[in-house]
C-alpha cells in the first residue's frame, strides 16, 4: 500500500508540475491562449502514464477504477480552472476593449455630431445664397422682360397705327373708283 501511496504523490506533483507549466505559459496576446513548451509538458504526461501502467498491474480493478474516477475529478477541476483564468483573462481583456471602444464610440459620436451640425449649418447658408442669386436673376428677368413688352407694346400701337392708316386710304381709294361706266 505504501508503493500506491508514493505513486500516487508521484501523480500529484507531476500534476502540479503541468499546473506550474501552464501557469507560468506565455499569454498569446488577444487570443486568450497560451503559448507552451510542448517537450516538457508531453514528458510529464509520459511520466504520468508510466505510473498509471505500473499501478494499474498491482491493483485490482476495483480500486483501478476508484483511482480513474480521481484521477478524472483531478483532471476535470485542472481543466475547469485552467479554462476559468483564461476565461477570466478573456473577460478582462474584453473588459478593456469595450472600454477603449467606448471611449472611441464617444469621441466619434461628438465628431460626428459636430460635423453634422456643420453640415446643417453649411447647407442653411447655401439655401440662403441661392435665394437670393435666384432672386435676383428672377429681377433682373422681370426687369428686361417687362422692358420686352413696353416695347412690343409700342410696336403694336405704331403698327396698329399704320394698319389703320393704310385701311383708311385703301377705304378712300376704293370709293374713289368710278363704278359707272
Do not use: W
Not at 435665394?131 to 396698329?160: C, P, R, T
Amino acid at each position: 500500500m505504501e508503493l500506491i501511496s508514493s505513486q500516487i504523490d508521484r501523480i500529484e506533483d507531476l500534476l502540479s508540475e503541468m499546473d506550474g507549466v501552464i501557469d507560468g505559459a506565455r499569454a498569446v496576446p488577444f487570443s486568450g491562449k497560451i503559448s507552451l513548451e510542448k517537450e516538457s509538458l508531453f514528458h510529464l504526461i509520459d511520466d504520468v502514464r508510466g505510473i498509471v501502467h505500473e499501478m494499474r498491474k498491482g491493483l485490482p480493478a476495483e480500486i483501478n477504477q476508484a483511482r480513474r474516477l480521481l484521477n478524472d475529478k483531478d483532471n476535470q477541476l485542472s481543466e475547469a480552472r485552467t479554462k476559468a483564468e483564461m476565461m477570466l483573462r478573456a473577460a478582462e481583456a474584453q473588459a478593456a476593449q469595450m472600454v477603449d471602444e467606448h471611449d472611441l464610440t464617444m469621441q466619434a459620436r461628438e465628431t460626428s455630431d459636430r460635423i453634422l451640425e456643420e453640415a446643417k449649418q453649411e447647407a442653411r447658408n447655401f439655401k440662403v445664397s441661392a435665394a437670393q442669386y435666384v432672386d435676383s436673376i428672377f429681377g433682373e428677368l422681370d426687369e428686361k422682360l417687362q422692358s420686352a413688352l413696353d416695347a412690343q407694346m409700342q410696336k403694336s400701337s405704331d403698327m396698329e397705327k399704320f394698319y389703320n392708316t393704310l385701311l383708311d386710304e385703301l377705304h378712300h381709294n376704293r370709293q374713289s373708283i368710278p363704278m359707272d361706266q
